[in-house]
């Protein structure tokens, strides 16, 4: 069975750090891009960023770069976001997915771990 | 980037057809790399259509993808009860804010 599950969320004031990671099993996780999505307390879906199949490259949404890192180690079947100079409008749940048929066909997400930012 | 417009809501009779649409521009939904997921309250999405018309092994085929120009949509033909939820389209996207970027989201309302 597939699975991801997401972990390191929590309350954090602004201005803070925190490391997400997500879990992988039942797939052959060095395969494929992996991808982190975030949704804000009842708002909409919005893509932060992605690793390719090595780690070689990651690309990212204007709103996060140059503070949040994706990195993945392929011997562990882990994906991590490194998150930091956090502001509040960063307050979200924060999915890992899974790209399977390319071109951000994600189908395969984790439960969410939420990641609060306030003072 | 900003995200691809979807209409607030729409709402049908069980049985009946309802489709979402996801407009964009040709630096987006233009190209065939529009996806669409699927999500209940307080759960993860769940993917339905990929690259425009595809549907993953297990999707009922009563959901169904298309596109005109720069706009995509997703049918539900014989609405059921199960489908009311929340749905998003997702595109590739050549700006330079983001690789990719999701529609503004529709809830669809089963009468």
């Known amino acids: 069975e597939v699975r991801l599950v997401e972990s390191g969320g929590g309350l954090v004031q602004p201005g803070g750090s925190l490391r997400l990671s997500c879990e992988a099993s039942?797939?052959?996780?060095?395969?494929?891009?992996m991808t982190w999505v975030r949704q804000a307390p009842g708002k909409g879906l919005e893509w932060v960023g992605h690793?390719?199949?090595?780690?070689?490259?990651?690309y990212y949404v204007d709103s996060v770069k140059g503070r949040f890192t994706i990195s993945r180690d392929n011997s562990k079947n882990s994906l991590c976001l490194q998150m930091n100079s956090l502001r509040v409008e960063d307050t979200a749940v924060y999915y890992c997915a899974r790209d399977y048929y390319g071109w951000g066909s994600h189908d395969q997400w984790g439960q969410g771990t939420l990641v609060t930012v306030s003072s | 980037q900003s995200a691809l417009t979807q209409p607030r809501s729409v709402s049908g009779s069980p049985g009946q057809s309802v489709a979402i649409s996801c407009t964009g521009t040709?630096?987006?939904?233009?190209?065939?790399?529009v996806s669409w997921y699927q999500q209940y309250p307080g759960k993860a999405p769940k993917l339905l259509i990929y690259d425009v018309t595809k549907r993953p092994s297990g999707v009922p085929d009563r959901f169904s993808g298309s596109k005109s120009g720069n706009t995509a949509s997703l049918t539900i033909s014989g609405l059921q009860a199960e489908d009311e939820a929340d749905y998003y389209c997702?595109?590739?996207?050549?700006?330079?804010?983001?690789?990719?970027?999701f529609g503004t989201g529709t809830k669809v309302t089963v009468l």
């Open positions: 997702c595109s590739y996207a050549t700006s330079n804010t983001s690789p990719y970027v």
């Open positions: 040709s630096s987006d939904v233009g190209y065939n790399h």
């Open positions: 039942g797939f052959t996780f060095r395969n494929y891009w």
């Open positions: 690793i390719r199949e090595d780690g070689s490259d990651q």
